[in-house]
């Protein structure tokens, strides 16, 4: 079968670490649940055929549908071919500030909204994923001459992967997600970041702060309770290690890509913690 790969590139991608992960994924498994799904790196690599995929990002969950969607998929494919061909600057410009009317964006049906996120993924600086507080997209033209919206077959892929199997798509928070997985299902959660720099009640970007951090673990716990397999990834923190210490906590070093703070890139230390017993060695 072959395998597609995200559609976007999105912060926190998996790729680069998509083996080390692989090697700690049990050897079977009831249904599959991915969380915090972004860019679906390891969902793509396992390509499992009963699925729960979920994150809170609402534009990138409208794309996962109008993927599956048989009818959807094709208007989209001809949004895309649209926006190939009239890809410049300015017309960059006019697709992104689309969102700037909120009365004109509401009613812009969902298979052309899906098109313009995957186009504006791959015209942007760096394929950012960013809103201001008004939750306009604010990334700027990343100066490429030509955009590949496809990647070849790619999508051609994931919808027949999305579209063949028993996929459920949702856009809630992750604790609902998971509340159906069941003993033998197998839950991976990939939550935004957790900062040695941050302090509780601290903002970030995501709304994603240490009370979340520590509300997932206690969620990790239940299913743990309830007989699942549970893997999930971070950076290596001291609050990670206190919260997951009655579990198998591997560390890798991951190179990362995307940063909104471009001096920062680099090598980063980060875990794989699972509760069950893997042959992962690095
Ligand atoms: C580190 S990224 C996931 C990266 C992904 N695994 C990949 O390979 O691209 C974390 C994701 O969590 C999502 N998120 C943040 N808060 C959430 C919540 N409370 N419930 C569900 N998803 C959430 C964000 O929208 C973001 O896409």
């Known amino acids: 079968m072959l395998k597609g790969k995200p559609f976007v590139k999105w912060a926190g991608g998996k790729r680069q670490i998509i083996d080390k992960l692989k090697k700690c994924v049990p050897e079977e498994f009831g249904t599959y649940f991915e969380p915090f799904v972004g860019g679906g790196a390891l969902l793509f690599e396992l390509s499992p055929r009963k699925a729960v995929i979920n994150d809170y990002n609402e534009e990138l969950m409208n794309v996962f549908e109008c993927i599956k969607d048989?009818?959807?998929f094709s208007k989209?494919?001809?949004?895309?071919?649209?926006?190939?061909?009239n890809h410049s600057e300015e017309y960059y410009y006019l697709i992104r500030n689309v969102d700037r009317d909120k009365a004109k964006?509401?009613?812009?049906?969902?298979?052309?909204?899906?098109a313009r996120?995957?186009?504006?993924n791959k015209a942007c600086f760096n394929g950012l994923y960013?809103?201001?507080s008004k939750n306009e997209f604010n990334v700027p033209f990343g100066k490429k001459v030509k955009v590949n919206t496809y990647e070849g077959q790619n999508l051609g892929i994931i919808h027949a992967y999305l579209n063949l199997n028993?996929?459920?798509i949702l856009n809630i928070d992750f604790e609902e997600a998971?509340?159906?997985?069941?003993k033998g299902d197998f839950i991976y959660f990939d939550p935004p970041y957790d900062s040695e720099t941050s302090t509780f009640n601290s903002y970030t970007e995501e709304g994603f702060g240490k009370e979340q951090q520590v509300r997932l673990a206690r969620v990790f716990k239940e299913l743990d309770e309830r007989g699942c397999y549970?893997?999930?990834?971070?950076?290596n923190t001291t609050l990670v290690n206190e919260l997951y210490k009655d579990y198998n906590i591997h560390v890798i070093s991951a190179k990362r890509n995307i940063n909104s703070n471009g001096n920062k890139r680099g090598k980063v230390e980060e875990v794989i913690v699972t509760n069950y017993i893997t042959n992962f060695s690095e």
């Open 70 to 72: 048989e009818n959807r």
């Open 76 to 85: 989209m494919c001809s949004e895309l071919n649209k926006h190939e061909a």
């Open 105 to 114: 964006y509401k009613k812009m049906v969902d298979y052309k909204r899906a």
């Open 117 to 120: 996120t995957i186009y504006l």
């Open 130 to 132: 960013r809103v201001n």
């Open 166 to 168: 028993e996929i459920d």
């Open 178 to 182: 998971v509340k159906d997985a069941k």
């Open 230 to 235: 549970v893997m999930l990834s971070n950076h």
